[in-house]
């Protein structure tokens, strides 16, 4: 399986990263800045790209099985994860791969007591508008 991960330096992307270079995939690891990739392995590929433009997207995902985007904007930008998922699936069609994946973080997910996590006091107030998105 060869997959490409965009947002591979980020939290969930490295996760994501170490787990298909376990299996063996052939990993591509889309990123803003190749230097802040610290995984070496025979099977991962580090590239640069930019989510936020379809071009970039296509080129850098043609002859990949899957695309697998961990891509979170930075904190005061969330308006960016609209225009990068428009890219994104713009992209991908371009690019030929048949199966896309898009991981985010916890905040929609319910307590035991039905509440979503985001709406709890423990909840950092700083995500709130990311994980409302």
Do not use: C
């Not at 509440?115 to 709130?128: C, Q, W, Y």
């Amino acid at each position: 399986m060869k997959v490409i991960i965009f947002g591979a330096t980020g939290t969930i992307g490295q996760a994501l990263v170490k787990e298909a270079i376990k299996r063996k995939y052939e990993v591509t690891a889309a990123v803003r800045d190749p230097q802040r990739v610290t995984e070496q392995s025979e099977y991962l590929t580090v590239v640069q790209a930019d989510i936020l433009n379809p071009n970039s997207v296509t080129e850098v995902a043609k002859g990949h099985d899957a695309i697998i985007s961990a891509y979170g904007p930075k904190f005061g930008e969330e308006e960016e994860l609209l225009e990068a998922t428009r890219s994104l699936l713009e992209g991908t069609r371009r690019s030929g791969a048949e199966r896309i994946l898009v991981v985010g973080g916890a905040g929609s997910l319910k307590t035991e007591n039905g509440e979503r996590l985001m709406d709890t006091a423990e909840f950092p107030e700083e995500v709130k508008p990311l994980a409302g998105g």
